[in-house]
């Protein structure tokens, strides 16, 4: 039999008595094409002890890692894949701190530490932040591999200096070495390691056996019964087996995955039938094809050979695929799943029988509010499922959502999307950038301020409100702001101007979502979708905008008017006085 990358792990924790564990820990042991590719994980997290959502950091630290790691692309090395996930994990971890109370007091927030170890062919990657450490066992001693993030004032007096969650960015500690058949490590949080030595460890072995679960319970109770009195866990991982350097080798190469040629239907290409094209551009391929092994339909995306030297296209292109693993909702194209090792650079999506809300739109010129309502509130909920992974779609328009034959609308291409914490990296754009269709794109985007979740919104009203009158909020006013100046001078059209027979409050409703300053729309598209349903009193009796500011042409047309009249009344008057 072949050898293979094979691994003995044991994993056990002990709570503080009486209190909620804070630590937590987890791996990911795979079989078949995920094992070549991405390797073997251990993780494990330490929320601090000042806090009481610490618990649900580390939770959220390790589970995010192991679910979003084998989710990224084929394409990224090990480091980079570690990498931007846990740059997206600290940035949501972040994120929901500043959402609470917690934002007056970073000893109360989502923060917690971090270390993993991954083993991927004849290599082990190393990712830490944090006080908990990570060794490699030695006959005599406990190599310690971790710098320890700790920043000391006194004998008695220290506080955690890096730490997931604890800023907008951090800096995690990564190094990679070649792994050697029979090496024992040890991961523990600081409520075990610093109460466990080499001895310890090779007893705790020897008395368990090939049990490491039970070698792992016996060092967490040997930390208890010797003083500690936090939480403590210990995660103990032996390499049994490495494949052959020649097929290490081959794994390493597949991390440059080539472009493939444009490709005709019928064509057989990485396990699929290409059936159709659905959509040919200068920037990518797609195909309707069939899953051979499964005979399911799936949608191929492919890059254009043309940009094959575009590197910040090409990391748009991965990045696609990654962020529909992340996110669960059936209001989002979901990525299909792929078991097999790739050769080339494309992306497959599960594939929808339907039709664009852009056709939808052609087939369905005067909806009623409520059909409208229907569609808006299923983008909503995919947006929501975007917002709470702190990602932007930043391309939201017809063309990109689709409704399928049961009436589910799925919010779909999301190359644009913007991914929180994978900014101003190496590699990475500096700032958000002006990403989707002008037309629907929120007004702060065109004077460098960036996106947020309520340019998203914004988004969302322009096609609620095209979707109800056929026409634009503003015109093409939107799509010529240059500077903050010209914020002021947009002009909303009512939507009643088109469609008089709906009620007066819609405009309110839509007018708050689409004013040109974020801050004074609907905090979230939920409550946009709150209000066109059920609007509250005050959308009620809510004043027109004056003449001047809705018509400005027409205001000074009646004007003149007036004026004109005005003067020959006087006129009038003076001759009829001689």
């Excluded at 993030?149 to 907008?168: K, N, P, Q």
């Excluded at 020897?206 to 930390?223: F, H, P």
């Excluded at 794109?441 to 979740?453: D, H, N, R």
Aim: net charge neutral; proline share 4%.
């Amino acid at each position: 039999m072949d050898k293979t990358l094979r691994v003995t792990l044991g994993q056990h924790s002990l709570a503080r008595a009486g209190s909620v564990n804070q630590d937590f820990f987890g791996a990911m042991l795979p079989e078949g094409s995920l094992k070549i590719t991405k390797g073997l994980a251990v993780a494990l997290a330490d929320g601090i002890g000042s806090s009481r959502v610490s618990q649900i950091a580390s939770a959220a630290a390790v589970r995010g890692f192991l679910d979003d790691y084998y989710a990224t692309s084929d394409a990224w090395s090990v480091r980079r894949s570690a990498e931007r996930v846990l740059s997206a994990t600290n940035a949501w971890l972040h994120a929901q701190t500043m959402r609470s109370d917690a934002r007056f007091d970073k000893d109360r927030g989502y923060v917690c530490t971090f270390s993993a170890l991954i083993f991927r062919s004849r290599d082990v990657h190393m990712l830490h932040v944090g006080d908990s450490r990570i060794y490699r066992l030695h006959p005599q001693a406990l190599e310690q591999l971790t710098e320890d993030h700790r920043v000391r004032l006194s004998s008695v007096e220290s506080y955690l200096g890096r730490a997931l969650g604890a800023g907008t960015h951090v800096e995690i500690d990564y190094c990679d070495w070649a792994a050697e058949v029979g090496e024992v490590y040890l991961l523990a949080t600081d409520g075990a390691c610093v109460h466990l030595d080499a001895q310890a460890v090779h007893d705790a072995l020897a008395l368990s056996g090939n049990d490491l679960d039970e070698a792992a319970r016996l060092l967490a109770t040997a930390a208890r019964d010797r003083g500690s009195d936090d939480d403590a866990t210990v995660q103990l991982v032996r390499i049994d087996e490495l494949p052959p350097r020649d097929e290490a080798c081959l794994q390493t190469q597949r991390q440059d995955l080539t472009i493939a040629p444009p490709l005709a239907p019928g064509a057989r290409f990485e396990g699929y039938t290409l059936v159709r094209e659905l959509q040919v551009s200068s920037r990518s391929h797609v195909h309707l094809a069939v899953d051979d092994a499964t005979g399911q339909q799936v949608v191929l995306k492919l890059p254009s050979v043309d940009l094959r030297e575009d590197a910040d296209y090409l990391d748009r292109f991965v990045l696609e695929e990654w962020v529909a693993r992340r996110v669960d909702s059936p209001y989002v194209l979901k990525a299909s799943p792929i078991d097999r090792p790739r050769r080339h650079l494309y992306v497959a999506m599960e594939y929808v029988n339907g039709q664009t809300l852009a056709q939808w739109m052609v087939d369905h010129p005067q909806p009623s509010l409520d059909s409208v309502r229907e569609i808006v509130g299923q983008l909503a909920r995919g947006l929501q499922a975007l917002h709470r992974k702190e990602m932007l779609h930043q391309d939201l328009r017809p063309e990109n959502i689709m409704i399928d034959r049961d009436g589910t609308v799925k919010i779909i291409d999301l190359a644009s999307a913007h991914v929180a914490g994978l900014v101003d990296r190496a590699g990475e754009r500096a700032a958000l950038v002006l990403a989707g269709s002008l037309q629907y794109t929120a007004p702060e985007y065109f004077v460098g301020q960036g996106g947020t979740a309520r340019s998203d919104l914004f988004s969302l009203a322009v096609i609620a409100y095209r979707m109800l009158s056929g026409q634009l909020p503003y015109g093409l006013q939107a799509s010529r702001i240059r500077s903050p100046a010209d914020l002021n001078r947009l002009r909303y059209v009512p939507v009643r101007h088109l469609r008089p027979e709906l009620p007066a409050w819609v405009d309110a409703v839509l007018q708050k979502a689409l004013h040109p300053n974020p801050a004074k729309r609907q905090e979230a598209a939920s409550e946009f979708v709150h209000d066109l349903k059920m609007p509250g009193p005050r959308f009620f009796g809510v004043k027109t905008a004056p003449l001047i500011e809705r018509h400005p042409v027409r205001f000074w047309q009646c004007t003149t008017v007036i004026l004109a009249i005005f003067s020959i009344i006087l006129l009038a008057l003076r001759y009829s006085g001689r």
